[in-house]
């Protein structure tokens, strides 16, 4: 009798605690126990970005890939995107960039900026795509482009060096959204310690907090997130 009951105790515990191995409520309170102090990263280094791929097939359809600006003067360039761009077709592809974006912040809104009449995540995406595939030259002339309808409203300006473009408010003076080419603070997902070295990337910053620094994951080596700010695939 001792026997049996030892046996059907052994039998219960076995089924307990398999049953407690499988279940997502223990496995969610024992990995909220164990899991580090950083928080839980939103990015993973992946080779077929979504952003990437719809960037990337305008570029080919378009004919911009085919380009080579290398060879051209920067008037030359700007006249080209001016010329032989369509703005429909840009237009289209913002909105579809803008609803991947929007598909991806956690928060409805993120990136809109009140005073503006446009979004500029997207804007601002699709330049970074466009700076890292074929330069800085034909992303700054997309950008004229994609801007010269606030030139009314705000001060834009295209300083070169690090910077492609800054847009600021024309009365205070106030940076209101930026694309940069300048080193980004990163850290490791696991051990939140800080990328060894200087990490120079193209990235933008938005309203209100222009301190936050937005790049594409692609850019960001594996393991690695922005220290401060976010990025999108």
């Excluded at 046996?7 to 024992?30: E, N, R």
């Excluded at 077929?48 to 004919?63: Q, T």
């Excluded at 310690?193 to 594409?216: C, I, T």
């Amino acid at each position: 009798m001792k026997k049996s009951l030892s046996a059907l105790l052994c039998f219960t515990l076995a089924l307990f605690l398999g049953f407690s191995l499988v279940s997502p409520s223990f496995v969610s309170a024992q990995s909220s126990e164990t899991s580090p102090t950083v928080p839980a990263l939103e990015e993973t280094f992946a080779e077929d970005e979504v952003l990437n791929l719809e960037i990337d097939k305008f570029l080919d359809e378009s004919g911009i890939s085919d380009v080579d600006f290398e060879s051209m003067t920067e008037e030359e360039i700007d006249t080209y995107f001016e010329n032989e761009v369509s703005e429909e077709d840009l237009f289209t592809l913002e909105s579809e960039v803008n609803k991947l974006v929007s598909e991806q912040d956690y928060v409805e809104g993120q990136f809109t900026i009140k005073a503006l009449p446009v979004a500029l995540a997207p804007i601002a995406i699709i330049a970074l795509r466009i700076a890292i595939k074929q330069g800085t030259k034909p992303a700054v002339a997309y950008l004229k482009k994609a801007t010269k309808k606030l030139t009314g409203s705000y001060k834009i300006s295209f300083p070169g060096g690090g910077t492609l473009i800054l847009l600021q408010d024309k009365k205070s003076g106030k940076r209101l959204f930026a694309v940069d080419n300048a080193s980004v603070k990163l850290v490791h997902k696991k051990t939140g310690k800080g990328y060894n070295g200087s990490f120079k990337a193209f990235h933008f910053h938005k309203a209100p907090d222009m301190s936050q620094h937005y790049l594409l994951c692609s850019t960001i080596p594996k393991n690695y997130k922005v220290q401060k700010g976010k990025c999108y695939f």
